[in-house]
T-cell receptor, first 110, second 113 residues
Framework: GQQVMQIPQYQHVQEGEDFTTYCNSSTTLSNIQWYKQRPGGHPVFLIQLVKSGEVKKQKRLTFQFGEAKKNSSLHITATQTTDVGTYFCAGIGAGTALIFGKGTTLSVSS | DAGITQSPRHKVTETGTPVTLRCHQTENHRYMYWYRQDPGHGLRLIHYSYGVKDTDKGEVSDGYSVSRSKTEDFLLTLESATSSQTSVYFC????????????FGPGTRLTVT
């Protein structure tokens, strides 16, 4: 079945450093979404990408959807302690249900 | 966040007992979902609903059933709880009609002893 893989599983950075997480699907995706889950919290929707090669920015966060619509990335510039949490990508393939990656947990030390 | 609540927020139960978790949304969203979250597994879909009385199985549906009698309510039932069902359960909803972003409830932490 369809799988969505995310790397790395964990990442620790010093405050001010950049961070990138990558998402790869075994099949072509109609769209991809990113969510953030703070420790002890619930996933919160960040953004949705639908077009091949699409790039979207939210302040220090840059999201990209690959040309083949099988991979995506989230890049955070100059991390802050408020960026701590787990970042999930989720894609829709042939069906309508989202398939979530296992997430990348980011920790930031000041 | 959308108005999604879950009850109970925490529950401890014994192996073999039935358990029902409730999800309530006030957004009139068409789609509702139940996920479980376990360390190392991320979010896994249990069941979802695409309308009142319309449900379908997800990736990990064995041992679970669902019901949706009203747009705003989606129930998840563990017919006979097992220790492997100890997990955090999240409910989510989405508007549908081409809008797929999901809004999650606060979660229910279930422990089966």
């Amino acid at each position: 079945g369809q799988q969505v893989m995310q790397i790395p599983q964990y990442q620790h950075v010093q405050e001010g450093e950049d961070f990138t997480t990558y998402c790869n699907s075994s099949t072509t995706l109609s769209n991809i979404q990113w969510y953030k889950q703070r420790p002890g919290g619930h996933p919160v929707f960040l953004i949705q990408l639908v077009k091949s090669g699409e790039v979207k920015k939210q302040k220090r966060l840059t999201f990209q959807f690959g040309e083949a619509k099988k991979n995506s990335s989230l890049h955070i510039t100059a991390t802050q302690t408020t960026d701590v949490g787990t970042y999930f990508c989720a894609g829709i393939g042939a069906g309508t249900a989202l398939i979530f990656g296992k997430g990348t947990t980011l920790s930031v030390s000041s | 966040d959308a108005g999604i609540t879950q009850s109970p927020r925490h529950k401890v139960t014994e192996t073999g007992t039935p358990v029902t978790l409730r999800c309530h949304q006030t957004e009139n969203h068409r789609y509702m979902y139940w996920y479980r979250q376990d360390p190392g597994h991320g979010l896994r879909l249990i069941h979802y609903s695409y309308g009142v009385k319309d449900t379908d199985k997800g990736e990990v549906s064995d041992g679970y059933s669902v019901s949706r009698s009203k747009t705003e309510d989606f129930l998840l039932t563990l017919e006979s709880a097992t220790s492997s069902q100890t997990s955090v359960y999240f409910c989510a909803s989405s508007r549908g009609g081409g809008s797929y972003e999901q809004y999650f409830g606060p979660g229910t932490r279930l422990t089966v002893t």
